[in-house]
């Protein structure tokens, strides 16, 4: 086994550990791992991630579903119109674009854009998740329920554009919109992640060049790392996962930039 494949498994254990930790990061590791590393084309590493992410989050989903750290309000709010949003982005929106297209004179490839897509909206989730203000109890949320639709419908339009889970955009949107607690976003977010990614990848199954080895064992190997991810999660609080969650995201959307950019 190269080198480079062997890192890749690693970082599948990795993706694993940051979900059961922090609820998010999957996607964000995982695009990146099977692109760079496993040299998978980047829209067919999409759905490669949809797949890996919604399989392992559904493990942590269900446990956050006995310990009963899920708001089904958000869940029901926020992961249907996402839901709906992703499959009809995967199945027609996403194979219209061109591998290759002009716009305002520049030449843009399909790849390229997704992947600087994904750094772009990494960075501004980061930025975000940093700079917020600690939650006020005291602040009504009941007119937020009724923003989730629309917020739901952008989400999963954007994350399924880069396959991704979505979980850096749906925490912060939990924890800073909706006031809840970020062991219970994390738990939320992972239900709703759960059900977006298997969609958006059941929309592309028909791709030819999927190499079922690789995804298994990845699968495999991030379902054991958010079992451990899962444990950890008792050792930290809510403002350190919370801080911790954003500069993690903050310095993979620079390693992104950097890498198409100059390499």
Known sequence: MEPTSILAYFCALLIGISLGL?????????LPVLVYLLKIEPFIATSYSLFIVGSTTSIGALKNIYYKTVNY???????????????ITRKVLLPLIPTHFTLLGIDIQKNTLIMFTFAVVMLFAALKMIRSQPRDPSKSTSNTYSKLLLQGVLI?????????????????????????????????????????????????????DIRWNILFNFTALSIIGILIGMYLTRFFKDSQLKTGFGYFVLIMSFFIFINEMFF
């Not at 309000?73 to 499959?87: E, H, Q, R, T, Y």
Request: glycine share 16%.
């Open 73 to 87: 309000k958000a869940v029901i709010g926020f992961g249907v119109p996402s839901i709906i949003s992703v499959f």
């Open 156 to 208: 999963g339009i954007l994350t399924a554009s880069v396959g991704a889970g979505g979980g850096f955009l749906i925490i912060p949107i939990l924890v800073l919109s909706l006031k809840l607690p970020m062991k219970t976003a994390i738990g939320t977010s992972l239900c709703i992640i759960t059900i977006q990614s298997l969609v958006g990848f059941l929309a592309n199954l028909q791709i030819d």
């Open 22 to 30: 922090i609820g998010s990061g999957g996607s964000i590791l995982a």
